[in-house]
């Protein structure tokens, strides 16, 4: 399992004195970008496909609360993937300084041509590279229905 370290700065709490819900999404996106990096899908890589990523949705899930002082670790699993890499599911679990786990979060999302600014499959090489993330026990194949499922569209005027 992929994990990443941090430290609860002043800046990561909020007013009741314990880490703020939007320091969660910090700490995802940047467990994220870390394991990207470390598997050369990095901004120069992303850019030569003229691709990068975008969320459909977040969800959490808050066991206890998280103060500064201690360090908390953030864990990043591969729960889905399209079969051409469109779409993605991560799930992050956060830890405390003893392993206990305080809060869980599954992300998905998707790639865009940052040209078209359309949903694209990964280049074979960039797939290979998530795919070989450490995938959860109920991984599976993705397809576009899975996007849609967490989703209510607002009616228009």
């Known amino acids: 399992m992929y994990l990443k370290q941090f430290e609860i700065r002043w800046s990561d709490v909020d007013a009741n004195r314990h880490l703020r819900n939007s320091a969660y999404i910090d700490f995802m996106s940047h467990t994220r970008m870390s394991y990207m990096l470390e598997k050369g899908l990095g901004h120069q890589h992303l850019a030569k496909h003229d691709i990068g990523p975008v969320a459909f949705y977040e969800h959490m899930n808050y066991f206890r609360e998280a103060f500064p002082g201690k360090p908390v670790r953030v864990s990043l699993q591969l729960k889905g993937i399209s079969e051409d890499g469109m779409y993605f599911q991560f799930l992050h679990n956060f830890y405390d300084e003893k392993g206990k786990n305080f809060a869980r979060c599954e992300m998905m999302g998707g790639w865009i041509n940052l040209k078209e600014r359309k949903l694209v499959g990964l280049p074979k090489d960039l797939f290979e590279k998530l795919e070989s993330l450490e995938k959860t026990e109920d991984f599976k ?17």
Request: glycine share 0%; aromatic share 6%.
């Open 141 to 157: 194949i993705l397809t576009k229905e899975d996007t849609r499922k967490k989703s209510e569209y607002p009616q228009d005027l």
